[in-house]
């Protein structure tokens, strides 16, 4: 079994997914001149980056991605949106994507589970857990027949599910505390080191709530 991944930039990579997803991952880096598919392989996962999802000049790429993110959630095949990805399987598929109002969420933060997560095959059983964000862009408004599956403050709409089988995530499941170094090393945050400590404390708690989620993706890639 092989998952199409698209990557955005170099800086946010597959990171943690690269070891737990298990199957064979064929990365697309259309920002180096490689070409978006029209089909996803048997699975399909839209990493993170630094653009806003509508911001098709600055990645001209982005209609591609929004395309083949909207007829792999047609085809249902097995589908994961994190951040970015999200954002633009959310626009791909009729929803809103919007400039954050209350700004920046950034570094270590609280998702909770709804009551629908307690029956999906990703998310049932985690409760309240952290999550690393990096985002100030919003899904607004999710597309017509979303199922809620996480929230947060101050942004409500965390994680939601499309059909039986595609998941969009606005925070960072993949980033290890390594990356999240490198993009606060990057950046203009305050308070930067106080950030980057925090992610790296919790790293058992990130491993220990997320891993089981990226391999459950992978079981339903699989067809298990």
């Known amino acids: 079994m ?21 199957p064979v991952c064929d990365v697309v880096r259309p920002y180096r001149g490689e070409q978006v598919p029209e089909r996803a392989a ?13 911001e098709d000049e600055r990645c001209p790429w982005l209609p591609a991605t929004r395309e083949l993110l909207r007829r792999s959630v047609l085809d249902g095949t097995p589908t994961l949106g994190v951040c970015l990805g999200a954002q633009l399987m959310t626009m791909a598929c009729g929803g809103a994507v919007e400039r954050g109002g209350d700004g920046l969420e950034v570094g270590l933060c609280e998702v909770t ?12 059983g985690i409760g309240t857990a952290v999550a690393i964000q990096y985002h100030q862009d919003v899904m607004a408004r999710l597309p017509e027949g979303a199922v809620p599956l996480m929230t ?12 039986e089988s595609a998941w969009a995530v606005q925070f960072h499941p993949e980033a290890t ?5 490198s993009w606060a090393a990057g950046s203009t945050l305050e308070r930067a080191e106080e950030l980057v400590s925090a992610v790296r404390g919790a790293e058992d708690k990130l491993v220990s709530t997320w891993r089981p989620v990226a391999e459950a993706f992978a079981s339903v890639v699989r067809g298990d």
């Open 152 to 163: 947060g403050v101050p942004y409500p709409n965390q994680a939601y599910r499309l059909g």
């Open 177 to 181: 505390p390594g990356i999240f170094a």
């Open 42 to 54: 048997d699975g399909l996962v839209v990493l993170g980056g630094e653009a806003a999802a509508w």
């Open 2 to 22: 092989r998952i199409t991944v698209i990557e955005h930039e170099a800086e946010a990579g597959l990171g943690y997914l690269s070891g737990w997803l298990g």
């Open 113 to 124: 589970a709804l009551p629908e997560a307690a029956s999906d095959r990703l998310l049932a």
